[in-house]
């Protein structure tokens, strides 16, 4: 067994962090006893990874992404799913053998260092925080539309905040309560969601070629030139991230070796083909200026055109639904994320405290859940959510060069159960990719997620520079 450097902090015990033994392929083990119970299998893993992207990319972006790119935009979804499934096809070697909760940061502070790994794990902590209230809000404001659909009016646009907040309660005691009981939420409602878009997408598929109503008229794919598809693809990449939430609990997937690459590939490809579908759907209903026009609710118009009222009412639900997923998903995450930065002493190991009743990090679940409720309450998060997006992209981008770095020095420990090919540049292009994706985001997003990281580095030189983790299991 191998140890980490940490140093016995005042009211604290040596921390060792171990390999993983042999016992079975439901528990997670360390040397100190039963981390996290395995409860998450292919379809769990699927659903989280699937539940955290399907949302933007489907029920926001469409007709802001046709107003850039006309009917081209569906190419520039194309383009990020090529970019994430460079990043995924990494991650997935890496979970494979390093299948621990924490994901990218326990990746990069294995193979890069403490100091990179406590800027990652305390970065993608905060930024899980902000996307999660993002979510809230977005649950509130669906749920709001879908009463005010229906003929009931609470208050408008003063309750979406309370249903955010008394909903993300609720998925923070859902999570407490145990993961098994988390996972067949998030499974329930992920089969749900994707019933109810394959349905909906597969009549807009044979509407738009003329099999019911009438074809459209083709536009000019490219009425913008190919520049914008470029532009537009950095702009809902936002769309793709949570793929690698699945590496995060990465400690609660049953048989680890072949479910994590699965579930993180096979969601990034599933989410991909959904998102280029909906765009052709949506410009063949109504032409780029139209949808334009119609901007966040475009999606609920194309319904709208099909079905009347009923149709309005189904998206709007369908748009529920993925609110409820991927604030489900992502508090899980978050908790994972704190569950292993505080295990390697990053932050104080209190944090990784578990319930023994239920099997679950209780305090780290409050590090995440608190956290997301008072963000939720200020009802303006749509920064903070792109700021979400910035810090996911540094992690990304330095998944690939720990593959790069591990490759190289191939470390006896080193045993993935899963190899990607041609690795050295799968791996460079999805580094320089996922930074390269940066240089589009707005100015004030890049500053304060360069903020958060400077933060981040700093309580690690002022509280956990005595950590060394590089090539630590």
Not at 4 to 10: E, I, K, V
Not at 38 to 50: A, D, E, K, N, T
Not at 53 to 76: E, L, R
């Amino acid at each position: 067994m191998a140890e980490s450097d940490q140093t016995n902090r005042a009211g604290e015990s040596p921390s060792t962090v171990a390999s993983p033994t042999a016992v079975d392929e439901e528990t997670t083990v360390t040397e100190e006893g039963s981390e996290l119970e395995r409860s998450i299998g292919l379809v769990g893993g699927l659903s989280v990874g699937i539940g955290t992207m399907i949302g933007a990319g489907i029920f926001v972006f469409p007709g802001i992404a046709a107003g850039q790119a006309g009917p081209a935009a569906a190419g520039s979804f194309a383009i990020g799913a090529v970019v994430a499934l460079l990043v995924a096809l990494p991650a997935s070697e890496l979970a494979t053998a390093m299948p621990k909760s924490g994901g990218g940061y326990y990746f990069v502070s294995r193979a890069l260092g403490a100091l990179p790994g406590a800027v990652v794990g305390i970065s993608v902590w905060l930024g899980l925080v902000f996307a999660t209230a993002f979510y809230l809000v977005g649950f509130g404001s669906y749920a709001a539309a879908v009463l005010a659909e229906a003929g009931i009016d609470l208050g408008g646009a003063g309750v979406v905040v309370p249903l955010g907040l008394v909903f993300g309660a609720f998925l923070t005691g859902l999570n407490l309560f145990g993961t098994e009981n988390a996972a067949k939420l998030q499974n329930y409602v992920v089969g749900l969601l994707l019933t109810i878009l394959v349905l909906f997408l597969g009549y807009g598929g044979l509407d738009a070629v003329g099999i019911f109503g009438q074809p459209s008229a083709p536009e000019s794919f490219l009425p913008f030139g190919p520049m914008p598809v470029f532009t537009t693809a950095a702009l809902v990449f936002t769309s793709y991230l949570g793929f690698a939430q699945v590496a995060t609990i990465a400690g609660d997937i049953k048989e680890p070796g072949r479910n994590l690459p699965l579930a993180m590939v096979g969601s990034v490809l599933i989410v991909g083909v959904l998102y280029v579908v909906t765009i052709f759907v949506a410009t063949s209903a109504f032409g780029s200026e139209r949808l334009t026009a119609f901007g966040e609710t475009a999606m609920v118009e194309v319904a709208r055109s099909f079905f009347g009222v009923p149709g309005a009412v189904l998206i709007l639900v369908a748009g529920l639904l993925a609110t409820i997923s991927s604030a489900n998903a992502s508090i899980l995450s978050t908790s994972r994320a704190v569950f292993a930065v505080s295990k390697d002493a990053i932050i104080p190991k209190y944090a990784s405290r578990m319930n023994l009743k239920y099997g679950t990090p209780h305090v780290a679940l409050a590090m995440a859940g608190g956290p997301v409720l008072v963000l939720t309450a200020s009802g303006e998060v749509q920064v903070l959510a792109e700021v979400a997006s910035f810090l996911h992209l540094v992690m990304y981008g330095l998944i690939c060069v720990a593959l790069l770095v591990i490759r190289r020095d191939e470390p006896e420990w080193y045993d993935p159960e899963f190899r990607v090919p041609a690795a050295p540049v799968v791996a460079g292009v999805g580094a320089i990719a996922s930074f390269g994706m940066i240089a589009f985001m707005q100015p004030l997003s890049r500053r304060v997620g360069a903020a958060i990281m400077i933060a981040s580095g700093v309580w690690y030189k002022y509280y956990a520079s005595d950590v060394s983790l590089k090539g630590v299991l």
